[in-house]
């Protein structure tokens, strides 16, 4: 099991910048990514970015450019660096983590935290 904490959401006016945090623990030796999702009322959840172990990062084309996420340091945490913050960005993040040994891949979430962006 992996579990996750986030922290770091807020409101903000369109422009302006956030930062998530993102601490795991549990059986983080099994780690292959962390990163994050969101979910706006009514829409699915929807890939952010993500961080794999490897280093390699993947982002959702709305946010490239203006999001950065970090590399998993060595406390097991990563952080979301968001800039030039859009009303449409409003939403519910969720710190998500892949996890397993070899071929297992199991998802972990966590409880999600809000940003809310004012125009």
């Known amino acids: 099991q992996v579990q996750l904490v986030e922290s770091g959401g807020g409101s903000v006016q369109a422009g302006g910048s956030l930062r998530l945090s993102c601490v795991a623990s549990?059986?983080?030796?099994?780690?292959?990514?962390l990163g994050w999702y969101r979910q706006a009322p009514g829409n699915e959840r929807e890939l952010v970015a993500i961080?794999?172990?490897?280093?390699?990062?993947t982002y959702a084309d709305a946010v490239k450019g203006r999001f950065t996420i970090s590399a998993i340091d060595n406390r097991n945490a990563v952080y979301l660096q968001m800039n030039s913050l859009k009303p449409e960005d409003t939403a519910v993040y969720y710190c998500?983590?892949?996890?397993?040994?070899?071929?297992?891949?199991?998802?972990?979430w966590g409880q999600g935290t809000q940003v809310t962006v004012s125009s």
């Open positions: 961080v794999a172990t490897d280093g390699s990062r």
């Open positions: 549990g059986k983080t030796f099994m780690l292959k990514s």
């Open positions: 998500h983590s892949n996890a397993g040994w070899g071929y297992e891949s199991n998802d972990y």
